[in-house]
């Protein structure tokens, strides 16, 4: 089966991916990118492109979906099918660009745990009984990649293009997944890629927010066992 290349979110490592490398490496070849050493998306996406197989399944979830639309743009010929889970095609709105700002000068300050509390993580779930346990673990995330990775992370979402052309363009197998409940990445910027993309299959994930891989991990699996096999 062709590998399967994951780009994990904002501050997140493979273990956003858990239960997917879990439930899926016996059957695929997994590897995961990590979109934490450049500040410019389409750098991020040629550092994936140097390093991932010569033909690959590629699926990222919020950030890692926004690089894996410059990976497709760069290199579609080198992807297999593509897999965007709660993400957004768009460039960022400016009122949401200039609020970046006082989050990565608190960050530089020493304060990524406060801003992670207080400004991110809530918006991230939907409400169950893992999500204690979930949020405890973006925590783990975030504080172990560390403020530089936020800084560079956050001007790359600054400057981010929009992928709408990028998306009318894609012929191959494309599953768009989302948490029924996520307010980060709304209902209709799913759509939005659905219309763009023919073909595509799009799943709502019930009970489940931004983070579905990790709320609602079975569902997700099957999601994209049924992609992988189309």
Request: proline share 7%; net charge negative.
């Amino acid at each position: 089966m062709t590998p399967l290349v994951l780009l994990p979110g904002m501050m997140c490592d493979a273990r956003l991916f858990g239960p997917q490398i879990a439930a899926l490496s016996g059957q695929v070849p997994i590897h995961l990118a990590p979109i934490s050493d450049d500040d410019i998306v389409e750098d991020l996406a040629a550092r994936i492109l140097k390093n991932a197989p010569r033909r690959f399944a590629l699926a990222g979830l919020s950030m890692g979906g926004i690089v894996a639309m410059e990976v497709f743009r760069q290199a579609p010929e080198r992807v297999d099918r593509l897999g965007l889970l709660d993400t957004n095609p768009r460039a960022e709105l400016e009122e949401i660009r200039q609020g970046r700002e006082p989050q990565i000068r608190k960050v530089r300050a020493g304060h990524l745990r406060e801003v992670m509390r207080d400004e991110l993580k809530p918006n991230y779930l939907a409400d169950g009984p893992n999500k204690g346990a979930v949020l405890d673990l973006c925590m783990e995330m975030a504080l172990d990649l560390g403020a530089d990775v936020f800084e560079r992370q956050s001007r790359a979402l600054q400057r981010r293009p929009d992928q709408q052309e990028t998306l009318a363009s894609v012929s191959v197998p494309t599953l768009i997944v989302m948490g029924k409940e996520d307010r980060l990445c709304p209902r209709d910027r799913h759509e939005r890629m659905h219309e763009l993309i023919p073909h595509s299959v799009f799943r709502i994930i019930e009970g489940a927010g931004h983070l579905p891989t990790l709320e609602q991990p079975q569902a997700v699996n099957t999601a994209l066992l049924e992609w992988l096999n189309r």
